[in-house]
């Protein structure tokens, strides 16, 4: 097949249609319009560039509609070029998006548009979500405020800043009660909270998480929490492989207690020992550090460490001395 028939026929074949016909469901929950989750059984594959090209965040693989036939039905090139053509015409399903519309200016940038939006106060509809629901302690938010990190969104969600080496913002991880997504046009690179210098590098899936563990861990002054926004870009593994590469520096792979956190735990595993810093994997009992932050008090100090290789040790629950 000539190369331009190849190009025509990865334009009329988008990766849904390859998923949804092999029975992968589209997580809403989890998706936003740049990056779409689907999901069958254990699997989950990452549909992103509107379709023309997918990740998998549990593995290493990703690449165009024709790599993704190859990939979840292990047949060569040639063979996956029939798969896509008896797809041509196949519509996939329109998702129902609920995000609500910006109010800003359509040219403005990430830096203006973080910049006009106002930060959480004592109170407010962001402030109340993240002690409220999500039971982010006061000291916690305060301190992540004065770090110029959290911004108000729409509808009580919350913005949590993506910054660069340089404490420029990239992007920001949104969260609210109905919503969740990373900034439009937007680049993740890492939410830091804590110490610019520390050289104990605790690292989560999410902005909400990092707090989470800030909290339990009372801030360790040692500590910069760090949050990857449950992605894997190269930006942001440049950055982590850059902090590793401090002088004394001892990453923590503080991720979900799932297997795409493992999964994630290896890879900073691989970081640590290509840079040749300390390493430590600590995860929740729970799921996530959000959930084990909201743990009712008559769970505390019974915690007992799962079976699946995870590490809390004693001392990390909220209300108890910092382990440091």
């Avoid at 292990?74 to 029939?82: K, Q, R």
């Avoid at 609920?98 to 109010?103: K, N």
Wanted: proline content about 5%; hydrophobic content about 40%.
């Amino acid at each position: 097949m000539e190369k331009a028939d190849l190009e025509e026929l990865r334009g009329k074949v988008p990766c849904n249609s390859v998923l949804e016909d092999a029975g992968f469901a589209l997580d809403l929950k989890e998706s936003s319009r740049k990056a779409m989750k689907y999901r069958r059984a254990g699997e989950i594959i990452i549909v992103i560039h509107d379709g023309k090209g997918w990740f998998d965040p549990l593995s290493e693989a990703k690449g165009d509609v024709f790599s993704l036939v190859e990939h979840l039905d292990g047949i060569p090139f040639a063979a996956a070029l029939y798969v896509v053509a008896e797809l041509v015409g196949f519509v996939p399903s329109e998702p129902v998006w609920t995000r609500v519309a910006r109010d800003r200016a359509p040219d403005l940038t990430i830096t203006e548009r973080w910049r006009v939006r106002r930060k959480p106060w004592p109170g407010s509809a962001t402030w109340r979500y993240l002690g409220d629901t999500r039971h982010i302690p006061e000291a916690v938010i305060r301190k992540a405020v004065a770090e110029n990190l959290l911004r108000e969104g729409p509808k009580g969600s919350m913005w949590a800043g993506h910054t660069d080496h340089a404490g420029q913002v990239t992007g920001w991880e949104e969260r609210g009660p109905d919503w969740r997504g990373f900034a439009t046009g937007g680049a993740k690179m890492l939410f830091r909270l804590g110490r610019f210098d520390a050289v104990r590098l605790c690292v989560t899936e999410a902005a909400i998480d990092a707090m989470s563990l800030a909290a339990i861990e009372n801030l360790r002054s040692d500590t910069l929490y760090l949050s990857t926004g449950g992605g894997w870009a190269p930006a942001t593994a440049e950055a982590l492989r850059a902090l590793a590469h401090r002088t004394g520096a001892h990453l923590v792979a503080a991720t979900d207690n799932n297997a795409q956190g493992e999964t994630y735990a290896g890879r900073l595993r691989d970081l640590a020992a290509e840079a040749g810093s300390g390493f430590e994997r600590m995860c929740p009992l729970m799921e996530d550090w959000n959930a084990e932050l909201g743990r009712s008090e008559e769970s505390k100090g019974r915690e007992t460490p799962k079976e699946d290789g995870c590490r809390m040790p004693a001392g990390r629950l909220k209300g108890d001395a910092s382990p440091g």
